[in-house]
């Protein structure tokens, strides 16, 4: 794609194609999604079990988008039945390394988060 | 919220609020939102225009949501007529600070992320 080396691609703009990606990392599912993955490895089943509360659709929908985009590899082994695991790509991964401080972050912040909320309700 | 003192919050337990917390931050226009007011102080319909594409009901919600979370102050002048600002709070600018390299990441990354959805779509 020789145009996206020449134009710069801005998030703020709405016809952006970046906004897309955006979008598509920071769905409901896929965030926990690549962040499990960077665990490791996992098949279908299992990172569903990990990704508490996805449905099946969900999970499936999320891993294609994020395979479209070359975050996820999808490895199928020619076994019965067959065997299906899902990995991070590099790109995938530094994905990841991003979403990680952001899901720290907020799991730190909760008992603030709890406190605006509370004084939020009491006006 | 003393029980958050001593619970550890998890994102990947469906129960867990701090999931709802990350939602309310990634939500399709609550990163821009964030990212756009930590360039500094916005009013509403100048936010509107920087957040392109966003509808007046979209940003009024996530506003109020961000607010809800103690992410954004809303400071009303009592001017005829009300002149309305949105900033961010100190926990909101630290939540800014965790998204604006995964905004950046996605606006570099743009080529390698084309090319993944060409080869997809060619297969």
Redesign the interface.
Known sequence: ?EE??QL???????RC??RT???T??G?WA??ALV?LHEGPYRFNALRR????VSEKMLSQTLHAL?????VLRVAEPSIPPRVEYSLTP?GR??AE??I???E????????????????ASR
Chains 1, 2 share one sequence.
């Not at 907020?106 to 605006?116: H, N, T």
Request: no cysteine.
């Open positions: 794609m996206f080396d710069v691609a801005d998030v703020f703009s709405r194609t970046s990606v955006l979008e990392l920071t409901r965030i926990l499990a990990r990704v508490d509360g395979e479209r985009d070359g975050m790109l530094e994905a991003r979403l401080p952001l899901i972050w907020v799991e730190e912040r909760m008992p603030q988060v709890a406190s605006a909320r509370e004084e939020y």
